[in-house]
């Protein structure tokens, strides 16, 4: 009967994950609301998710903005790359589909690899901000390494991602007060392998010191 009230039972843990995957859910979507946060948002998630949720370290709002502030000027370009290069496929597919005949069928091909192509990146390229220190070009680069290296667990991740919008849009927005951390915590399981694979070859970039190391404990 006294382990019924026992906060570490559980219930009471289980509970204590479910209202910080709730909490941190509805920050990464009110962060996000301005579209250009995205990327430093993001990043953050995924760095708080991890590190508070699943291996249970320090507080996942707290942690959060941590990240965010931290990393904000490097995510912050990278997420409004992806967001430009986004919209400018989708503009110019529409036009394709739209206007260009069949002699030019190849371009809209063209641009669906691209949009491929910025996808795999997407998949890697924050966890990787949220966890090393990396140029920008080196970013993009390992990120198209890693998503050519590790193609099932960039499959597994694009499926994943699809999943959750389509449960979004089926539960009318109402999935998104769990499906933000959820589906990290997901990728996370084939990420952080293919993270700590990475360790080798960003070690001797030397530029590592501002980043908290939290994952090699």
Known sequence: MGNLFNMNNFFFRFMGKLFDTVALSIVYVLVCIPIVTIGPATSALYYSTVKSIRRDRSYPIKEFFKAFKRDFKQSFIVGLILVVVGLILYVDVKFAINYIKNS????????IVIGIVMSFIAIYIFPLISRFSLKLSGLFRLSFYLAIRHLLTTVVSIILLFGSFVLVY????????????????????????????????????????????????
Do not use: H
């Open 104 to 111: 030019l069928t190849y371009m809209r091909y063209l641009y």
């Open 170 to 217: 089926i539960s009318a927005g109402l999935a998104m007060l769990f499906i933000p951390v959820t589906v990290n915590l997901l990728i996370s399981i084939m990420m952080e392998k293919v993270l700590q694979k990475c360790m080798g070859m960003v070690q001797t970039d030397g530029e590592n010191e501002n980043k908290d190391e939290w994952y090699l404990e």
